[in-house]
């Protein structure tokens, strides 16, 4: 075949498109375990460091295997629900209506760690806090984000912002208050709260609402006994 034709060119491109979307196909499925097993231990650090826990690397799923000692969704009665609480997806789980229940031992002392979800200023934001075996006290949070703005709205993701909830209440004369996230120099009245971000204020107010949002579908769970 003569190479200068346009019959030849268009042969040898297509063929080099379909070598090439082959080999990236192959190359994108013999990665996808591994991709897999790095989403998944990054999930098990973000609901250690819920429980004020920070590990890294190969000792990430030993930790988590040591401190985690159950998981199940609930229904927004505070029900269990068939499912797998690890698995399930926290940006689906209010339409879902099954929400994960992890429940650590920390020196000695049962923690539950619930799921959050919720919208910042430029994407998704996540988290877990854990609260005491009174169902009301915070003990740790984490939070994450999609594509916040660094030095601003990224800030929620430091443990200098995440340290804040330690402490605070829930509930205030058996009413669910959540915690309020407020700018600084400012109050809640009625509730518990913290500073927000400076200059970050649309992604404070965006956890604020995720937190408010998330945990009240948790009121039945957190209002059952043990």
Do not use: C
């Not at 609930?74 to 609480?85: I, K, S, Y």
């Not at 509930?171 to 971000?197: C, H, L, M, R």
């Amino acid at each position: 075949m003569n190479r200068d034709s346009n019959a030849y060119t268009i042969i040898y491109a297509s063929v080099m498109v379909v070598l090439v979307a082959a080999l990236l196909a192959f190359t994108s499925e013999s990665l996808r375990s591994y991709q897999k097993k790095n989403e998944a231990n990054d999930k098990r650090q973000q609901i250690l460091r819920s429980v004020n826990v920070s590990v890294s690397g190969s000792g990430t799923e030993a930790k988590y295997s040591e401190l985690i000692r159950e998981s199940f969704l609930v229904n927004d009665r505070g029900e269990r629900v068939d499912g797998d609480a690890f698995a399930t997806d926290a940006a689906k789980m209010f339409s879902e209506n099954a929400y994960p229940v992890f429940v650590a031992d920390v020196d000695g002392q049962r923690k539950y760690i619930l799921a959050m979800s919720g919208a910042g200023l430029w994407g998704a934001i996540w988290g877990y806090v854990s609260v005491d075996e009174d169902k009301n006290t915070v003990f740790g949070t984490d939070f994450s984000h999609q594509g916040e703005t660094p030095g601003l709205g990224a800030e929620i993701s430091t443990a200098a912002f995440s340290s804040r909830f330690q402490g605070k209440q829930l509930f205030k004369n058996d009413e669910f208050k959540s915690v309020a996230i407020v700018k600084p120099g400012k109050t809640a009245p009625g509730q518990d709260y913290v500073d927000g971000i400076s200059g970050g204020t649309i992604t404070s107010n965006g956890v604020d609402r995720m937190i408010r949002n998330s945990l009240k579908s948790y009121v039945g769970f957190l209002n059952a006994k043990n």
